[in-house]
């Protein structure tokens, strides 16, 4: 009896491990993200935003890579610095231009959530598989119409 009762117990913390005492509410998560505007000209600046829902304080820094040319890098910031409004606020932004001789098409913007020590943050997703806490935004870039 009291090695069945061991066993439910040992079953017991272990189904709680595996199937996660974090609950997604507990869990960091993105609940924003945009770029304003989304359709841009070479030469133009566009204000890339995302929003985090960090109970636990644990997102430090998030950094972005255009996932067609991966030399291209972005770092988000969230010191009040413009264009991010306040400091401390879990509401990441930066400013990009858009290079004179940048092509045209849509580009995908992955962002990624890091920790305290360069560490990307894992989340659960919606089917309790571990994954990185990211994000991908798109972005277009057209040339002006032709005179």
Known sequence: MRNRLSL?????VVLIAVSGCNTFSKQPQITRAAIDPPVLKPGDSAVITLAVKDRHKIVERIEGVVLEDPRLTFKL???????DEKADDKVWSMRVDV????????????????????????????????VP????????????PQQ
């Open 8 to 12: 439910l117990i040992l079953l017991s």
């Open 77 to 83: 910031r969230d010191d009040g610095q413009d264009p």
């Open 99 to 130: 290079p004179f001789q940048a092509p045209p098409g849509e580009f995908r913007l992955e962002f990624t959530a890091f920790d305290e020590v360069g560490t990307p943050i894992s989340v659960r997703d919606e089917h309790k598989r571990v």
């Open 133 to 144: 806490l990211q994000q991908v935004l798109l972005i277009k870039i057209e040339y002006p």
